[in-house]
């Protein structure tokens, strides 16, 4: 925007204050001035076109500036709007609530040219700012936006069928607490008999926790194409070993990132994990008993580039359930900055029924309500694994 593209309205119900002021910024270059004569003629205009600045009368038949500057406060224009007051009003109150509704500046008729000319210059010149901040802002929403579509895209759907014969149903759950997040979650098969469940937890939020998120995957599943994919991810702390070496290697963030990648062997039942300073998962088994899966495997990834890990193993029996989340659902806050806490997961995994379909998104809802429209604490992840053992008879 320069002062020969500005769009000026000047609202006065006198025709020469008008035309005076029209002359006053033809001379200072504006060539794109209207008028209206009062209040209402003032939004009519406003409706139907896009000005930068507006000249405004306060006492005016019909409907007043006051009247005006509410309008435009109460719609939220006022917001992109400056309107630089103009009145034969001389006491501090107008003014004051002129400045209280809105309006950019306040001059009292009759006016110094001089004045005149510096507060519209200056105004039409910080317009300009921030037109371009709100472009601009407005260009990085969008891209977030679409990062937050492609990084959720990345999760993958439920699954509910059989393996090896043996039924089994898996639930994930991706919420970023921005548009993009630090939170992995993941699980894919690797040859007939084996599944790979993947949750991890950058130690940071926004666009660099999503990066560094999206590069922990990438490598991960690039283990897949290894011709010893299938020796590698049955036993689980070789193929963390190996993802934390490529982190930790000129890792000048510091970041890291807490993980836990397990291996079940479906024909045997046999779970292998590996807990990287992950917070340990929930375990319920088949008569409904909590436990957690507390097997210290090593250090978050990305720290130590010669850390070793171990795998623990455990057997599941029927019906027993899994869950796996990061620590944005246990360290939430309420506004008295009471943790959500892990004996809230616990209860909501002991009262879980075999038929519901969305559980995880239940339990995320949950957690935002415990927040109470506070910021949310952390992105959030889940995997929850429903495993029947027996096989088919």
Known sequence: MTVSNAKILVVD?????RDLLARRLARLGFTSIDQASNGVEALAAIGTKSYDLLLLD????ELDGFGVLEALKRDGRINELPVLVISALGEIEPVVRCIELGATDFITKPFNPTLLRARVLATIENKALSDLMRDELRRKQLELNEARTLQLALAPQRFAGTVCGRALSIDVLLDPAKEVGGDLVDYFRVGDDMIILAL????DKGAGAALMMARTHAMLRALTARPDAAALFRAPQQALGIVNAALADG???CMFVTFLLASLDVATARLAYVRAGHIPPFHRNGAGKIG????AGGPPLGLLENATYRAETVDLGPDDRLLIVTDGFT?????GDSLFGEARVEAFLAGLAAAEREP???????VRAFESGRRPFDDMAAILLSFESRPPS
């Open 331 to 335: 360290e939430a806050h309420d506004p």
């Open 251 to 253: 890792n000048q963030s």
């Open 58 to 61: 306060i006492m005016m038949p």
């Open 360 to 366: 995880l998104r239940r339990l995320a809802d949950h």
């Open 292 to 295: 957690r899966l507390s097997g």
């Open 13 to 17: 119900d006198v025709a020469e204050n």
């Open 200 to 203: 991890g937890d950058v130690s």
